[in-house]
């Protein structure tokens, strides 16, 4: 079955390092990837996506490229601030055999200044 | 603009209350769907709707009921609680999915925090 996997947390960074949180994901079909993040006390938002091989997904800063060749759609950001500090979700859908929306474990980060 | 709205926010229940959580949305968005976050296991899938009238189970239903009446309404009914539903729980919708459409955004509320004692 469809399943994703990401780097345990808690990730904890210094202000302006360099971040990576690492994805794999495993799906039969052909998979949009996704990395949500969920702020304190607030719900999930979309931070970025890609839906076929080699796309690069990207919004505030962080990118993702959709590695098909190691089924990978690993999170990275050239320089972290205190406000990045929340948790992040990798997560798939295989558009032509599911209408579900599979998620990682989630990966904390803290960034301290 | 009020996209999902949850309610409540909190709720402390005694083992074998049931309730009904609210999930509303003004997008006019086809699938709605009912997760539980827990520490160590991400997000999981309760239950989902493509539409009013139809709804189906997702990985963890046991304990949970819903049905879709209408588009903009997904209520979760939890029908007698117990200490393991103690979890966050957030609704989500996105405007279709399935058959190509699965690069939709998924839009979140803020969850309902429920306690079980």
Same mark, same amino acid.
């Given at each position: ?37 969920? /702020?304190?006390? #607030?719900?999930?938002?979309?931070? !970025? ?8 997904? =990207?919004?505030?800063? %962080?990118?993702?490229? /959709?590695?098909? #060749?190691?089924?990978?759609?690993? !999170? ?8 990045? =500090?929340?948790?992040? %979700? ?24 | ?117």
């Amino acid at each position: 079955g469809n399943s994703v996997t990401q780097m345990e947390g808690p990730v904890t960074l210094s202000e302006e390092a360099f971040l990576t949180i690492n994805c794999t994901y495993t799906a039969t079909g052909y998979p949009s990837l996704f990395w949500y993040v969920q /702020y304190p006390g #607030e719900g999930l938002q979309l931070l !970025l996506k890609a839906t076929k091989a080699d796309d690069k997904g =990207s919004n505030k800063g %962080f990118e993702a490229t /959709y590695r098909k #060749e190691t089924t990978s759609f690993h !999170l990275e950001k050239g320089s972290v601030q205190v406000s990045d =500090s929340a948790v992040y %979700f990798c997560a798939l859908s295989d558009r032509y055999n599911t209408d579900k929306l599979i998620f990682g474990t989630g990966t904390r980060l803290q960034v301290f200044p | 603009n009020a996209g999902v709205t949850q309610t409540p926010k909190f709720q402390v229940l005694k083992t074998g209350q049931s309730m009904t959580l609210q999930c509303a949305q003004d997008m006019n968005h086809e699938y709605m769907s009912w997760y539980r976050q827990d520490p160590g296991m991400g997000l999981r899938l309760i239950h989902y709707s493509v539409g009013a009238g139809i709804t189906d189970q997702g990985e963890v239903p046991n304990g949970y009921n819903v049905s879709r009446s209408t588009t903009e309404d997904f209520p979760l009914r939890l029908l007698s609680a117990a200490p393991s539903q103690t979890s966050v729980y957030f609704c989500a919708s996105s405007y279709s999915w399935g058959q190509g459409a699965g690069d939709t955004e998924a839009f979140f509320g803020q969850g309902t925090r429920l306690t079980v004692v």
